[in-house]
């Protein structure tokens, strides 16, 4: 036994903790905590199938978008996000992290996977923009997304399977703003069905 | 690295008592976990603010209450429990904000419990027990105060510990509760404006 208590798992006692939340995406619904930001008839179901979590489905022109509905506990420039992720359609436009409003990309910090693009790619924004394009391509296999925003020592820094991605960091336009996990999934280039699976979220102030 | 979870709580060989987490993160509260109420106009919502978890405020009556817990289903031990809370009182002046490990959350009379006691009647944060028939007030030493801190109540055979920020501060040796407990937070306000409470995390397991 290592912990007597899931709080020293990554705090002592003496240190105040900061807000924290990890979600497993298991069961028959998705839990409450979660909210559709999205349109046009988007669903969030979980999976029936081994690891599946739960899949994000926008339709045509629609997204799906899921957040916390503007509750926002998480400092947008000074937190860590980790989670799951699988895209799975050929033409899609598929993000992972922290915004401060689910449906823009203004405050925010979050992985990009763009079938218009090559590579993967970090996005932050603190009202003024920066794309940090990786060296590591997209792709449709399961893959472990954590981004660690340290506003105080003026980085972001994308980890993709636990290795700091290849041209992986952003110095620059970090944000202040308080902000939300959020999901999101449409198409690229042409309007069409899109789905996108998560097994795990985590995301805690630092 | 240890894989699991379990593992990482429980020694080898040994089954893992009855735990719960909760942090307080999302669009709403866990109501299959959680029954919330209030008196008068008090609200129980998320709160949209940096480590803000959930709020429980009262309304501008006095007397008005918000609470939430477990609604009288009671998995832990009175002589073998803990619970760790982080929480932040709004205003100091007028609250009465407190936390228990209590085994009914709708009455005082002949209470059972453990309780983490912000209330104006003390100067200093308290520890109180009681058994159903009295109680004890344990002083912390520490000054009431609005600042987040990490709370924990510990239940053993003989004795209760509170512990301010890992700081055992009071220990209670009498009037202890022995009926099955739950946990139980509050905000009152006695006066004409809102008082609250916010939870950002809440751990509760029987050792």
Redesign the interface.
């Known amino acids: ?7 020293e ?1 990554t ?12 979600e497993y995406f298991s069961g028959a619904t998705l ?5 559709d930001h999205g349109a046009s008839g988007p669903t969030y179901v979980m999976n029936d199938e081994v690891n599946g979590g739960v899949r994000l489905t926008s339709s045509g022109a629609g997204y799906a978008i899921m957040g ?8 947008v420039g000074q937190c860590t996000f980790i989670g799951t992720f699988r895209r799975n359609s050929d033409d899609q436009y598929a993000t992972a992290g922290l915004r401060n409003n689910p449906v823009s990309s203004s405050n925010g910090s979050y992985m990009l996977m763009d079938t218009g693009a090559s590579n993967i790619q970090l996005l932050n924004n603190n009202g003024s923009a920066t794309t940090t394009v990786t060296t590591t391509p997209i792709h449709k296999n399961w893959t472990t997304v954590k981004i660690e925003n340290d506003r105080a020592g003026t980085s972001i820094k994308l980890s993709l399977d636990g290795v700091l991605a290849s041209n992986g960091t952003s110095t620059t336009n970090i944000s202040s703003a ?1 902000g939300q996990p959020v999901f999101a999934t449409l198409y690229s280039s042409s309007a069409g069905t899109t789905t996108l699976d998560t097994n795990y979220c985590e ?1 805690f ?1 630092t | 690295m ?1 894989k699991s ?1 379990y ?6 060989g ?1 089954v893992s008592k009855q ?1 719960f ?1 909760e ?6 509260l ?2 299959d976990r959680w029954s919330s109420e209030v008196v008068t106009t008090g609200t129980v919502a ?8 959930i709020n429980l405020a009262t309304g501008t009556t006095s007397g008005g209450r918000a609470k939430i817990h477990f609604n009288n289903i009671r998995q832990y031990s009175p002589t073998g429990s ?1 619970m ?1 809370a ?1 929480a932040q009182r709004n205003i100091d002046a007028n609250n009465y904000s407190e936390m228990f490990l209590a085994n009914d959350y709708s009455s005082s009379v002949n209470a059972q419990w453990a309780d983490i006691y912000h209330r104006p009647d003390s100067t200093n944060i308290r520890l109180q027990t009681r058994d159903g028939s009295g109680y004890n007030n344990t002083d912390t030493g520490v000054a009431r105060h609005i600042n ?3 709370y ?1 109540l510990e239940l053993k055979s003989a004795s209760c510990e509170l ?1 301010l ?3 055992v501060k009071a220990i209670s040796t009498s009037s202890l509760p022995t009926a099955k407990l739950q946990p139980v937070f509050r905000t009152e306000t006695d006066t004409t404006s809102s008082r609250s409470l916010n939870l ?2 809440c ?1 509760v ?1 029987n ?1």
Not at chain 1, 31 to 35: I, K, L
């Open positions: 036994m290592a912990f007597p208590s899931v709080y798992m705090n002592p006692l003496t240190t105040v903790r900061k807000q924290h939340f990890w839990n409450s905590r979660w909210t916390f509905n503007n509750k926002r506990p998480f400092d308080v995301v102030n | 240890t979870i593992d990482q709580l429980n020694a080898s040994t735990r987490v942090t307080f993160s999302g669009d709403a866990d109501t998320m709160s949209d603010s940096l480590n803000g978890g803990a760790i982080v987040s801190m990490a924990k512990s920020d890992g700081v950002t995390y751990e397991y050792t």
